[in-house]
């Protein structure tokens, strides 16, 4: 009895001290008209600091003292002309902290740290609640809103947010245009942020007047360089049944977040009981190599539904009957003389792929609804995503292909006609289901701005952005309906990576920016792949299709003609695109050539079919923001490493530094690399093997070239 009223006297001590603590807060902002609140990360050198001046919602940040984002403001307006940014009171706050390590599924690291401190402050307009809570990290700050049900808002559509980044008019930005024509599929421009706009973006990078809509905005991740020498990247995280943000210019190196709207122009998202924002993150480096290092945006992300069994999800690599079509323009989608999705070719390019250990083969064009003039405005003949072409036999060629421990890699292109896919989904998946097919690559290419149509029921129709939050909502659709039937989607035009891959680990990849396709049939110019590893690929994996080693005299003007196009290169060397496996992360990786352009070089074939997909860690070795980068990964279910490098136009030399292997211990390396002679315009196909064993020691280096738009790759096997 004496230990049990011990127990109720600590007990009531504690929620004593307890409510002390939670109503602290209260009395001293009742006390006080200084609502200044303020957290540091936990390392203590990135500084977020809040404030209310005159009822408006502000914030800065800073790292070692220097400004990252000057005072800035931060709110929403919701349809009833509800101002949740102005004459607003703070009622309370909380601070935190959160440790952890998690274990992800597949990805670049086998184990991921989420440190960080939180500030959650609880406002009020009126009799209007709401939420801001910001997360800081040693590699950034996020911040996001939340409206909660509540019977004084009678509307919860947003018409728009106004969160600002204020940085300096003498920052520098890596950007590609939104509300334009092509969604993400642009070079990068390079420019002071005041001078985002589609004017410069024409006159300096691409015309694109021709085909815009709306106003001057820059899409995320947006990299910026600032004046005082940190690197930021600007992104969201978790974006889900809202619109995607765009960054608007303001002047003067304010940035303001500019959702894409509804079809009226005026809703940009569409809510019925509550509002919750996706994060706003910063990302903040002390250089580019320290920028590709961060998991701040799976961090930002939650771990899937404990319910949800996704153990049947899978990284691999895949062949496709792709390349003939897009690249070396031999063949066609739609019915011909030279159609390539027939059982004889598909069969052929089964037993190559069998034979040298891929995972799956894409085919491309099996389906009714391809025709000649299908690309790319959204009209025309809707494609059937259940009914092959006479050629073109499913059942036959899945059973080929399992027999050989090789599965079909499904692919359904939509047009952009989304009603259409969405009336077929369903018996879409039970097919391939049946068929054992694991993976499916969607498309969405429809080129026009602001061009999808929507049918209503009343007849009418509108039309939608790609990047609104209809385009939003049907891309989550697909992906659980796709999980319903342990299906793994990677998406060519997709909506941009939040790192909803973390909760919905079958959204296994995507594009989302110029890929190979455009050096198939245009160009994408030398300096392009440097630029991908410090801008798109700071949001997650991208389905970029490496791995093309017929590099010149590879294009048939058309199908039939014998006739090759001389002026078309893919602007690369052979060693380079055995460095982009490395370079660039996707847990699903295409060797994306022809059988018979590998087998003129089986021995740089080896290093594709030896490569991992699924990583332990990654070092970057080095790199300059569009210039160069090299990185080396372990093997996640081996002690073997993988390094790539790849250069812009500016051939180089490197002596890396490999004190990231084991000291002491000895490796074989595996060296693919360029010759002196090599070039990317001139002699891109030359290289060279080199192997070398070393006993690794503090001082040890290796010695590495690198021709102009050249690369290397090496694999290094512990002895």
């Not at 990576?497 to 160009?523: C, H, M, V, W």
Request: glycine letters at 6%.
């Amino acid at each position: 009895m004496i230990i049990d009223s011990f127990k109720l006297f600590k007990y009531q001590i504690m929620r004593f001290f307890r409510y002390i603590f939670l109503t602290l807060p209260l009395f001293l902002i009742s006390c006080s008209n200084n609502t200044e609140q303020s957290i540091d990360s936990p390392d203590g050198k990135i500084k977020l600091v809040f404030e209310i001046v005159d009822g408006e919602l502000k914030y800065n940040v800073k790292k070692n003292s220097q400004q990252i984002v000057n005072q800035s403001s931060l709110g929403l307006i919701l349809q009833d002309n509800l101002n949740l940014g102005k004459e607003v009171k703070l009622k309370n706050f909380e601070v935190d902290e959160f440790n952890e390590t998690w274990t992800p599924l597949y990805g670049e690291f086998s184990k991921i740290k989420n440190h960080y401190k939180s500030l959650t402050l609880e406002l009020n307009k009126g009799d209007v609640d709401f939420k801001i809570t910001f997360r800081v990290y040693n590699d950034g700050v996020a911040f996001k809103y939340n409206v909660p049900k509540q019977k004084s808002i009678k509307n919860y559509n947003i018409i728009d947010e106004f969160t600002e980044f204020n940085l300096s008019s003498d920052d520098t930005a890596w950007w590609i245009p939104a509300f334009s024509y092509r969604r993400y599929e642009f070079l990068y421009a390079e420019s002071k942020i005041d001078k985002i706009s589609k004017k410069y973006f024409s006159e300096n990078v691409e015309d694109i007047s021709y085909d815009t809509l709306g106003i001057d905005a820059a899409h995320t991740p947006l990299t910026i360089k600032k004046n005082n020498g940190y690197l930021i990247s600007i992104h969201e995280a978790n974006l889900e049944d809202y619109s995607s943000m765009t960054l608007a210019p303001k002047g003067n190196g304010s940035l303001e977040v500019e959702l894409y709207p509804w079809s009226d122009g005026i809703t940009k998202v569409k809510l019925d009981s509550q509002i919750v924002s996706p994060w706003r993150y910063i990302q903040i480096a002390d250089n580019s190599s320290e920028l590709l290092m961060s998991n701040i945006i799976l961090n930002l992300n939650d771990d899937p539904d404990p319910d949800e069994d996704y153990s049947w999800v899978k990284p691999g690599k895949y062949m496709g009957v792709w390349w003939e079509m897009i690249g070396t323009n031999e063949s066609t989608w739609f019915q011909s003389k030279y159609h390539a999705a027939n059982n004889k070719k598909v069969m052929s390019y089964l037993d190559f792929a069998s034979k040298h250990n891929f995972d799956g083969l894409l085919v491309e064009g099996w389906n009714k609804g391809w025709y000649s003039e299908w690309c790319c405005s959204g009209e025309g003949i809707p494609f059937s995503f259940t009914e092959t072409f006479d050629d073109f036999d499913i059942e036959l060629l899945s059973n080929y292909g399992l027999k050989k421990d090789i599965r079909l890699v499904g692919h359904h292109e939509t047009g952009g006609q989304i009603q259409n896919y969405e009336n077929q989904m369903e018996d879409a998946f039970k097919m391939y289901n049946k068929y054992g097919i694991k993976n499916i690559k969607t498309g969405y290419v429809n080129d026009v701005s602001k061009n999808i149509k929507v049918y209503n029921e009343d007849g009418s129709v509108s039309k939608e952005w790609h990047h609104g939050q209809y385009m939003i909502n049907h891309f989550q659709k697909v992906i659980d309906n796709a999980a319903k039937y342990n299906l793994m989607i990677k998406t060519h035009e997709p909506i941009k990576d939040t790192g909803l891959r973390r909760k919905y680990p079958n959204f296994i990849s995507r594009e989302g920016a110029k890929g190979q396709e455009f050096n198939g049939f245009s160009s994408n110019g030398v300096n392009h792949a440097t630029d991908l590893p410090f801008t798109r690929l700071l949001s997650g994996p991208m389905d970029y299709t490496p791995g093309i080693f017929q590099l010149n005299n590879f294009r048939y003007t058309e199908p039939g003609s014998g006739v090759i196009d001389k002026n078309a290169i893919v602007p690369s060397t052979i060693a380079k695109e055995l460095g982009l496996y490395v370079v660039y992360y996707s847990p699903m990786q295409m060797a994306a050539d022809l059988p018979e352009h590998y087998m003129k070089h089986p021995e740089a074939f080896e290093f594709i079919k030896k490569v991992p997909v699924d990583w332990d860690s990654k070092v970057v070795l080095n790199s300059s923001i569009s210039e160069y980068v090299t990185i080396a990964r372990k093997d996640k279910n081996s002690d073997n490493w993988y390094i790539g490098g790849i250069t812009d136009e500016i051939e180089r030399n490197f002596d890396l530094k490999l004190d990231f292997l084991e000291i002491g211990e000895t490796y074989d390396l595996l060296i693919y690399k360029d010759r002196k002679t090599t070039h990317w315009k001139e002699n891109p196909m030359e290289y060279e093997i080199e192997k070398i064993r070393l006993k690794i020691n503090e001082s040890s280096k290796l010695p590495i070239f690198l021709a102009p738009g050249g690369g290397f790759a090496v694999e290094a096997i512990k002895l």
